[in-house]
């Protein structure tokens, strides 16, 4: 079992910055990918970013260059780096682990936190 706890949302002008971080704990050793997702208001959610265990970080088409996903050799904790943001990322962003235990796989999400950027 994992439990995924986010933080940094908030409200932000265009052009401006956030911090989002997710805290894991429970059985963080069988984590083998994290992600952040957001979900706008009507929209289906949608993946921002993913790192796996030994790989590249992958990011969206419409994040790319603009947000940073880093996470701590643990993976007590993973964070994105929210720069020049635009309104249409406004939405509520949410973490997900995704951990193997005996070749199954499990997939687990944080709560959520809004994040709201005024033009």
């Known amino acids: 079992q994992v439990t995924l706890v986010e933080s940094g949302g908030g409200l932000v002008q265009a052009g401006g910055s956030l911090r989002l971080s997710c805290a894991a704990s429970?059985?963080?050793?069988?984590?083998?990918?994290m992600a952040w997702y957001r979900q706008a208001p009507g929209a289906v959610r949608e993946l921002v970013a993913l790192i796996t265990s030994g790989g590249s970080p992958f990011y969206d088409d419409s994040v790319k260059g603009r947000f940073t996903m880093s996470s701590d050799n643990a993976k007590n904790w993973v964070h994105l780096q929210m720069n020049s943001l635009k309104p249409e990322d406004t939405g509520v962003y949410y973490c997900r682990a995704v951990s193997v235990a005996c070749d199954v796989e499990y997939g687990y999400w944080g709560q959520g936190t809004q994040v709201t950027v005024s033009s």
């Open positions: 429970g059985t963080i050793s069988t984590i083998n990918a």
